[in-house]
């Protein structure tokens, strides 16, 4: 399920990238499929307001879709970490040896570093 969330999630970033980079800070994107987007009339693909308000929701759902995965992969990492402490790790842990849990050498055998 985390492959299929990440990716999902992936794909939602790349398409807001690419709508963000498609925009105009002015305002105006895409104002050259609606034929200038002087006339109000049905001379082109889609007029320049139409095409910006287009853009501006398609880009809002999108970045809400990249919020909500981004949440959701965040919880499901969090719960497959163990629940318990970090000091409870074994692996974190210093291994140090008394001088009674060492293993005694044979005589004549070089001496460990």
């Known amino acids: ?3 299929v969330l990440l990716a999902i999630h992936l794909i939602l970033c790349l398409g807001l990238i690419i709508l963000v980079l498609i925009q105009r800070s002015e305002g105006g994107a895409l104002s ?3 034929g ?3 006339g109000g009339g049905m001379s082109g693909l889609m007029t320049g307001r139409s095409a910006s308000n287009l853009l501006t929701r398609t880009t809002a759902l999108l ?3 990249f ?3 981004s949440l959701v992969l965040s919880l ?3 719960a497959e970490r163990n ?3 970090i000091l409870d790790d074994n692996s974190l842990k210093p291994v140090i040896q008394t001088p009674a849990e ?3 050498t044979e005589p004549g055998a070089p001496l460990a570093q």
């Open 83 to 85: 629940s318990g402490s």
């Open 1 to 3: 399920m985390t492959n």
């Open 76 to 78: 499901l990492a969090n």
């Open 36 to 38: 200038g987007g002087g």
């Open 63 to 65: 970045a809400a879709g």
């Open 32 to 34: 050259g499929l609606g």
């Open 102 to 104: 060492q293993k005694p």
């Open 67 to 69: 919020m909500v995965t």
